[in-house]
């Protein structure tokens, strides 16, 4: 058996497609929506994915706005940007690009943003109206995989999930997707504490691997017909994507998600979601 693909890339474009109407609609009553990004220091990887995302708006029709700060800038210097962005009514929704540089306190700057504004999903309000079942922008990445399984037809209703990885963006809060009614999946949370993982990957219909370490889903850890999601971006000697999952899990999953091409064009997708939803929620307010 050969898995089939979970594609990330042509997914993200048919999202981005509806999204496209989404903001005729708002141009028509007067509202653009804006995507603002703070890129702080010259990380030649940061700065792909802060482009990456100004492309994707610029596609759909958002209009960006893109403040940059040296390496060697002081948490006041990057406050006083994040304070004009929560002030600026052309910015609808923003990002501060992560990492920050040593020594930033990166927690007192994301709770800085104005919460109507934050378009990752991952400011502590967002977080908390998450787990509140109340509406709000939702972390991309979690969103992103929960939409490429919905898309592809994959059953979520009554699956076991394993997540593996307890990081913020990803493994702590995709259980609070998974677990909604309305998603309705049973998730086991996995991480380096955990005394037997091969015992609990092979209990899943589903395998969320965002432990960031190269090839730790193996063939053998994978239950037959199961869909894998494969999140790690780790990289090897060339500089070329290592994944979380072997290659050989591909003869043995029902469902694989291709590393590129799979979880990160989808991110890519539903943080733009984030910025559209936010100026609906702005311009229903204003009326
Ligand atoms: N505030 C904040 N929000 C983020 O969402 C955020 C962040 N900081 N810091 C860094 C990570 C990383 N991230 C990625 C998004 C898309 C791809 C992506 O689209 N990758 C492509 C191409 C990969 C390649 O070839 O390099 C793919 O998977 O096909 C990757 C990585 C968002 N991040």
Known sequence: MTAQILDGKATAAAIKSELTERVTALKAQGVTPGLGTILVGDDPGSRWYVNGKHRDCA????????????????????????????DDPACTGYIVQLPLPKGIDTNRVLELMDPAKDADGLHPMSLGRLVLNQTGPL?????????????HGVEINGAHVVVVGRGITVG?????????????????????????????????????????????????????????????????????IVGDVHPGVREVAGWLSPNPGGVGPMTRALLVQNVVEAAERAAAAAR
């Not at 972390?139 to 898309?151: A, D, F, K, S, Y």
């Open 59 to 86: 596609e759909v029709g958002i209009a960006s706005i893109q403040r940059e700060l040296p390496a060697t800038a002081t948490q006041e210097e990057i406050e006083a940007v994040v304070r004009e962005l929560n």
């Open 139 to 151: 972390p991309c990445t979690p969103n992103g995989i929960v939409e490429l399984l919905r898309r």
């Open 172 to 240: 702590r809060s995709i259980g609070l997707l998974l677990t909604r009614r309305s998603e309705n999946a049973t998730v086991t949370l996995c991480h380096t504490g955990t005394r037997d993982l091969p015992a609990q990957l092979r209990q899943a219909d589903i395998i969320v691997a965002a432990a960031g370490v190269p090839h730790l889903v193996k063939p053998e850890d994978v239950k037959p017909g199961a869909a894998v999601l494969d999140v790690g971006v780790s990289r090897d000697e060339n500089g070329k």
